[in-house]
Structures are given as C-alpha cells and as structure tokens.
C-alpha cells in the first residue's frame, strides 16, 4: 500500500518559467530528462534538482534559447509532462507588462485571477468521447499564494498579492485602444502565456500559481515610447535575480504538507467528468491516464 494515499503527496515543485530562473545557488543533484507524453513533446527536457531537500522540477516555458512563441507552445504536453514526472504543484513565473501606475518595472504580482483572451490555443485535455467541465472560479491555488507572499516578504521582494492577468494571444503587444480597455476593466497585467496554462493545471489535479514579473508599463504609459531596449533588459536580469531568490525562499515552505491541499486542488476532476464510465471512449481514457487518472481508476 502507497504510503502517500492523500491525492497531491508527496509534494513535489514545478517551476514554469525563462531559463535564468534555474541556476540557483545551492540547487543540487541536477539532471535533464526527455518527455514524451499523450500530447505531444513538451518545450524542452525537464531539469530535475533538489533544493534544501525538497525535490524541484524546472521547465523552460519557450525551450531554452526561447525557441517557441507563446501561440505555439504545446501547453498540454507542458503539464502533462510535469505531472509525470511527479510534480504537485506549479509555480508560474512570467514576464508581463504592467497596466497599473503602481506596479512599476520590477514589481512582482502574485496574481490571483486571469481573462483568457487567447483563441488559437488547445485548452483541455478532454473532449470528445469524455467530456469535463473545470470550476476555474479561482484559477489559482491560495495555498500556493499565501506560501509565495510570506517567502516574498521574508526576503523583501517589492511585491502585490493579488490581481487580473490579462493573457492575450500575441505576439503581437496590444495597441493603445486595447491597452485602455483592459486597464478599464481592472486589469493590473497584461501577458500571453500563462493561459491555457493555468485552466490544464486545473484539470491536472495540480496546484498553480503565477509570480508575474512586471518589466515595463503597457502602452497606455505616456512614456511607454521613451523605454529603450536596454532598460528592458536591464530590467529582465533584475527580476531574474529576484525570482530566483522567490524560488528559492519559497520551496522549503513546500515541505511539510502532509495531505491534500485545502484548496482541492488535487481534487478538481472529483465532479468534473460528465461522461460516464460506460460511455467513454476507451481512447480517450488511456490518453488521460497520466492527467486523470486517479478519478478515472476511482470511477471506473
């Protein structure tokens, strides 16, 4: 008998995000492996280490050398591949524009709430032959976030917990119109990845969070025009520096969870699927295995 019978035990950190995310002093026992999964490969090996004991895997969102653009990202295979490798829980790091005149560049947004306005993108694993419906009410672990607000704290991260990502397709940036449209809807940032990111983790049974890393202002700034290349970059080593030490403050906290996150993460499919067992189609249902298999194996 499996001596961690809770869903989501024992817990174990994936990290989404750029390259320079990873190399962090004191990561230990580092490994690079291929994954190949029912969707496909995902942007690039998984890199396995340990930090202060608590096992973490890293995932270049775009491939390292930032090979993909955000519409052709193969999401699935992203967290399908992550939840093979044992991962529990998500941590989202990504570059976004900011929409509020206080969220400056440099300024991290533990976000708590997205508008998905992409539409070129697979967004479920499911479909026809077995059919789920998600509640994305709150698409991101509170768990997650109290854990990221306190590591933030304790190492003095210029940070705001809780805001609306706005996740458009790109690649191209917004036009000015836009920009204003989205700041009158309440929108603190504005970014194109962490959606369907978000809504597959759900469905993943995986705990998710986003750290969004602001670089510079929309273009609705007045002196957005003014912003050189330089100072974007300049901004972007900054922030790496910091999500680092986030990452790094933030895993021991990852530790001592014994049991289901509270938030029922781990247990999001438990009134999902709407399919029942005698009609689903027994492709589908091997091709879900890794993502929902432990409600598929409940309910069948």
């Not at 509170?142 to 940070?159: F, M, N, Q, V, W």
């Not at 290349?229 to 790496?240: C, F, G, S, T």
Request: a neutral charge.
């Amino acid at each position: 008998m499996s001596t961690h019978p809770s869903p989501g035990t024992p817990p174990k950190l994936g990290v989404i995000g750029g390259s320079g995310v990873y190399d962090i002093p004191g990561l230990a026992n580092i490994r690079w492996q291929a994954f190949d999964t029912p969707w496909g490969k995902p942007s690039d090996e998984l890199m396995f280490g340990e930090l202060d004991g608590q096992p973490i895997v890293f995932l270049p969102r775009h491939g390292r050398g930032h090979k993909t653009a955000p519409s052709d990202l193969n999401f699935r295979a992203n967290i399908s591949a992550l939840k093979q490798a044992g991962v529990t829980e998500i941590v989202s790091v990504s570059a976004v524009g900011s929409l509020k005149a206080e969220l400056p560049p440099g300024h991290f947004v533990i976000v708590d709430q997205f508008i998905d306005r992409t539409f070129a993108r697979q967004k479920s694993f499911f479909g026809t032959g077995l059919v789920a419906h998600v509640s994305m009410a709150h698409p991101v672990c509170s768990r997650l976030g109290d854990h990221l607000e306190a590591a933030a704290k304790t190492i003095g991260l210029p940070h705001t917990r809780g805001g609306t990502y706005m996740v458009m397709e790109g690649p191209q940036f917004s036009s000015k119109a836009e920009s204003e449209l989205y700041r009158s809807w309440g929108c603190s940032v504005i970014g194109m990845t962490n959606m369907p990111e978000a809504k597959l983790a759900r469905e993943a049974e995986l705990c998710y969070a986003t750290v969004a890393m602001v670089t510079d202002y929309d273009c609705w700034h007045p002196d957005h025009d003014h912003v050189t290349v330089d100072a974007v970059i300049k901004v972007l080593l900054e922030n790496a520096d910091k999500a680092r030490a986030l990452v790094k403050a933030v895993a021991p906290r990852l530790t001592s969870r014994t049991d289901a996150c509270h938030a029922g993460c781990h247990t999001s499919l438990e009134a999902a699927l709407i399919t029942g067992p005698a009609h689903r189609d027994p492709a589908m249902v091997e091709k879900l295995a890794i993502v929902a298999g432990r409600v598929l194996k409940k309910q069948g």
